[in-house]
């Protein structure tokens, strides 16, 4: 009898190191003992690189940043779990906040109305400041890249030429001559800022959507809001109007993180890819996706490559 509890005890003893030691993060069926396991998962604490959950918004440049952001980390050691195309801004921004992802590659100034709607904070560095104030206390913006996909009034190289327009006050002298196009809720929007800002008034407003840019350039409307890093922006040969009075807040490309989840070496990898990318760059890589039909982990792997980043 002595003997076997003896044994028992043995066994028991072993059962015990083998849960001290083991992982049981990333696996099923882990140690029930182990109560790392309940940490987030993208959990600061984890071993080596440590561990990230990156997600990204239901367009293909979100995409194509979170594959960005991925590949990079994994080169530095960190365990990746990639979830494309969430959703929305609401979808994933609640997610970040809770620790179900660690990271999402989010656009400024679009972050900033998300959070205070009425914040008229315009360029990079008061969106920034902004942002710092009002997001929660789980939640961080690392450094912004100097890259951008931003709203734009745009308009043909043609119509630039023959009306001298370069900037949203030039547009002011032609403005009511213009048909301009635009998202279904681009009018309610933007309709009294324009008036406002830059004495802009309009003769008639059409819902153009995706095909903002088609419709500049087959002549359907003389001006649109198209996104900078559009690639019919430069298939179809558009201009975007200077905004001088920074009436369209900054959009740069800007990681946000779930702080308790990222640990040095995600943010210092994070922070080397903004300091990198450029809207020309991200223009280029799109227009690959867009045009090229090329993967967006493909076309990521590529400029990781040659900026030394992987």
Do not use: H
């Not at 440590?50 to 994994?74: C, N, P, T």
């Not at 900054?250 to 990198?276: F, M």
């Amino acid at each position: 009898m002595g003997r076997k509890y003896g044994i028992a005890a043995v066994l028991m003893s072993a059962m015990l190191g083998l849960a001290a030691c083991g992982g049981g993060g990333g696996s099923t069926g882990g140690n029930p003992l182990d109560t790392s396991s309940a940490a987030p998962s993208g959990s600061a604490s984890s071993g080596g690189g440590g561990k990230a959950v990156i997600g990204s918004f239901d367009f293909d440049e979100s995409v194509l940043l979170g594959s960005v952001y991925a590949q990079a980390l994994e080169a530095k050691g960190v365990q990746v779990e990639e979830k494309p195309r969430i959703g929305s801004r609401e979808a994933v921004y609640d997610q970040v906040k809770s620790g179900g992802l660690t990271i999402v590659p989010e656009y400024n100034g679009n972050l900033l109305a998300f959070v205070d709607l009425k914040n008229t904070a315009a360029t990079t560095d008061e969106v920034n400041a902004a942002l710092k104030e009002k997001l929660p206390a789980e939640l961080e913006i690392l450094d912004s890249s100097p890259a951008e996909d931003k709203d734009s009034l745009s308009i043909s190289k043609d119509t630039q030429t023959k009306q001298s327009l370069n900037t949203m006050e030039d547009l002011a002298k032609v403005s009511k001559t213009f048909t301009v196009g635009g998202p279904p809720e681009f009018k309610k929007r933007w309709e009294a800022r324009f008036k406002e800002v830059y004495g802009v008034e309009f003769k008639e407003w059409k819902p153009t959507g995706p095909t903002t840019a088609d419709a500049i350039k087959d002549g359907t409307i003389q001006v649109g809001n198209v996104f900078t890093t559009d690639p019919k922006m430069t298939a179809n040969n558009l201009v975007p109007l200077q905004d001088p009075k920074n009436i369209f807040p900054a959009q740069n490309v800007t990681p946000l993180i779930y702080k308790a989840g990222a640990n040095d070496t995600i943010k210092t990898t994070l922070n080397a890819i903004s300091a990198k990318l450029t809207t020309q760059s991200l223009l280029d890589m799109m227009q690959k996706i867009s045009v090229n039909k090329d993967e967006p982990a493909t076309v990521a792997k590529e400029w990781l490559t040659s900026n030394g980043l992987a």
